[in-house]
């Protein structure tokens, strides 16, 4: 594993001091990042650069490659949908969610002014849809594996469902009594989850948006004062992580099977409470022996899961080991707000309060053999029908 923090990358405010950045998220496509900040403004970020510091100096590749200023608060989430990465979504403590979309009117990319922004840019992104309805901070946002559905959350202790297609509000979940600030998606579609300051978890079926499951065991003895509870699931559909969890006095990250809703793991290990997890996009294969071409059918098939932590740290974990796969101790001065794989699942990004970015690259096979994709839809299949990828 090698640790990368590139000192460029950084929001700034009126007096050009560094701002703190929010969240995180890498384009389908692994070329481009977009961070979230509290100088009110969505950067895009060329990925060439962070990952190979020498061309970080070169005139001809690009650092920055847009602005985008539209909201009139702090931007706390930034998605990108799946597959073709064509939209962005943001969402800010101005209360509103933003759909931007590449202007294809600008052609060659070459370099027009941002749409509201006094910056140059390199690629140019418009708003195409100003979605209202929260009443408070939107802080956590997620596309369904199809894009078929947008699903925001946030300090009103709401939860809407927006149509991915013409972005009307299709659903309102009402029945968290405290903020809501996670969000993430079945795989296979079936479900969604959602985590809350009310110390629960809900699992929510897609089909009539009923409560399927209503998780508290771990979060009795959490603490409340995370900014976020970023929940993931799984890339094989079979269980989802959650953040903010305790046993005791201890903060853990519990993970919990699909059907049963019971926690199946705990990651133990760090010292402050935990605000977001992230699982890696891919599965891969740990062979039982030395073969170092296993197949599905002799090889254990896992899951990673990465840990970011109000202790400054982040953990990476293969979910069936105890113990860590690796631990970066403190890369940053204050907690970490949010994680971000590659669709390649080699590089890991994170950012922080103190208004830093770190990404982890992990190289040679460090978490075992990929599965093939056929093979990974085989093992979702099991679930149902498989939303298109």
């Not at 950084?10 to 070329?31: C, E, M, Y």
């Not at 929510?204 to 399927?212: A, C, P, V």
């Not at 890339?235 to 049963?260: K, L, M, W």
Request: with cysteine.
């Amino acid at each position: 594993m090698h640790l990368i923090k590139p000192s460029w990358l950084a929001h700034l405010d009126n007096k050009n001091q560094r701002t703190s950045i929010f969240s995180i998220h890498v384009h389908p496509d692994g070329t481009i990042i977009a961070t979230g900040g509290l100088d009110n403004k969505i950067k895009l970020w060329n990925t060439l650069p962070i990952i190979d510091g020498s061309k970080a100096l070169d005139p001809n590749v690009p650092n920055l490659l847009c602005t985008l200023a539209l909201h009139n608060g702090s931007v706390l989430c930034v998605r990108w949908s799946n597959r073709d990465g064509r939209y962005l979504a943001s969402g800010s403590d101005d209360q509103l969610l933003f759909i931007w979309e590449w202007d294809k009117s600008t052609g060659d990319r070459n370099g027009e002014d941002v749409f509201e922004s006094e910056e140059r840019s390199i690629e140019n992104w418009k708003a195409v849809r100003r979605l209202t309805g929260h009443q408070s901070d939107v802080v956590d946002l997620a596309w369904s594996r199809d894009n078929t559905y947008l699903a925001s959350c946030g300090l009103d202790n709401l939860v809407f469902i927006w149509d991915g297609v013409t972005f009307e509000r299709l659903h309102k979940l009402d029945t968290h009594q405290g903020f809501v600030k996670g969000v993430t998606w079945d795989p296979v579609g079936e479900y969604l989850a959602t985590e809350s300051d009310d110390k629960t978890v809900k699992v929510w079926r897609t089909s009539d948006w009923k409560i399927q499951a209503e998780i508290s065991e771990p979060f009795a003895s959490s603490t409340s004062t995370t900014f976020y509870r970023r929940l993931s699931w799984s890339p094989d559909g079979s269980h989802v992580a959650t953040a903010n969890c305790a046993q005791g006095s201890v903060p853990v990250a519990a993970i919990f099977n699909r059907g049963e809703w019971k926690p199946d793991v705990s990651l133990v290990g760090h010292d402050s409470a935990i605000e977001v997890v992230s699982f890696n996009p891919v599965i891969f294969m740990i062979p039982e022996s030395d073969d170092v071409n296993p197949d599905p059918e002799s090889a254990g098939v896992d899951s990673i899961c990465a840990v970011g932590s109000q202790d400054h740290s982040i953990s990476v974990w293969v979910t069936r080991n105890a113990r860590p796969l690796f631990v970066c101790q403190k890369p940053f001065d204050h907690s970490v707000l949010d994680l971000a794989w590659s669709p390649d699942g080699t590089h890991l990004y994170a950012c922080s309060y103190d208004g830093t970015v770190v990404v982890l690259q992990f190289l040679n096979n460090e978490f075992g053999t990929r599965l093939p994709l056929e093979e990974q839809d085989k093992i979702l299949a099991k679930y149902g029908k498989i939303p298109l990828s």
